[in-house]
């Protein structure tokens, strides 16, 4: 058993470096290939939605193939690689996380106190607000980067907020093709990402 894990980390560490040192294309559908199931049931046990797992898993790998030069052969691939999906997770709860502002009730309670509930505002404060102006332009500039039909396909997906059966029946596609498109630009937008040095 513990053959067969070593041999696994040397042969996942050759394609790391066949793919970050050499930019394999085969590398890095050979890393998807290997993980890429393993990785979206692990984010479904948490999301418990397809979809939401789904678009974990590529943005995952998006994130997992940009710092390969971070990867070192001292613990498996997968472990890695999860370890990006669990934090990406946790991100995506922060993302989507409803603040909450207190309001005092009319309500006693039985020392006489005001009760003070805490009710759900999705309202950020100036500075998120400004953030997320700043980082929503940043990100409209990079996509603005991305050649057809890549470009328009974030748009519909991130922008018009439509689901992958929406896009396929706008775009006359089979819905395998469009979540195979949109993955290929999330990568190519990761890349200009990459080459613009840009935070998001």
Same mark, same amino acid.
Request: aromatic share 4%.
């Given at each position: 058993m513990e053959t067969a894990t070593t041999d696994r980390m040397q042969h996942d560490y050759q394609l790391v470096c066949a793919?970050?040192?050499h930019g394999s294309h085969k590398a890095y559908a050979d890393l998807m290939a290997a993980y890429r199931e393993p990785l979206y049931l692990l984010l479904l046990?948490?999301?418990?939605?397809?979809?939401?797992?789904?678009?974990?898993t590529i943005e995952t790998f998006g994130k997992a193939f940009l710092q390969l030069h971070r990867y070192a052969p001292t613990s498996t691939f997968s472990s890695w690689l999860y370890t990006i999906g669990i934090n990406t997770y946790i991100d995506s709860l922060r993302r989507n996380h409803l603040d909450t502002v207190p309001l005092s009730s009319a309500q006693r309670d039985s020392e006489g106190d005001f009760i003070e509930y805490q009710i759900p505002s999705n309202q950020p404060?100036? @500075? !998120?607000?400004?953030?997320r102006m700043q980082r929503d332009e940043t990100l409209k500039q990079l996509v603005d980067q991305l050649k057809e039909p890549y470009r328009r396909i974030i748009r519909m997906r991130y922008y018009e907020d439509l689901?992958? @059966? !929406?896009i396929a029946q706008q775009l006359n596609l089979p819905l395998g093709t469009v979540k195979v498109r949109l993955m290929r630009a999330k990568n190519l937008l990761a890349a200009v990402v990459?080459?613009?040095?840009?935070e998001i």
């Open positions: 793919a970050r040192d046990r948490m999301t418990h939605n397809t979809t939401v797992a789904d678009d974990l404060n100036p @500075e !998120e607000s400004l953030i689901s992958y @059966e !929406e990459e080459k613009k040095r840009v």
